[in-house]
């Protein structure tokens, strides 16, 4: 199969000046293709609305059947630190903005005790569970 351009549209667009943002249901048409990456989407959306990738959050997106059209939803924040003050913790870490999660039992409780023995600013310095 050939492969089309990549076609955005932005429905139920929304700028919410209480979030310091734009949000939208971002339709995206994409014949001939599986699927867009968030990156890609991101680029594009960059582009559109002259604003900074850092600043964008894709999610929720679903290719719809048959293929050829997706929908999700974007949120283009004004400025970094709204998006570090409105967005959730585990987005963030989607957007590698905060270190990823201890999903590890034994590792969450070994770095609690290693916190325990030290004092100031030695606690923050230990590392995060990550095997060295």
Known sequence: ??????????????????????????????????????????????????????????????THFGGGRSTGFVLVYDNRDYLLKYEPKYRLRRLKVLEPKINNRKARKELRTKRKKVRGKEKSKIQTGKKK
């Open 1 to 62: 199969m050939s492969e089309g351009p990549i076609v955005l549209r932005a429905k139920k667009f929304l700028l919410n000046r209480l979030l310091s943002r734009k949000q939208m249901v971002l339709e995206v048409l994409h014949p001939g293709q599986a699927n867009v990456s968030k990156d890609k989407i991101t680029e594009l959306i960059a582009k559109k609305f002259k604003a900074d990738t850092k600043n964008i959050v894709c999610f929720g997106f679903h």
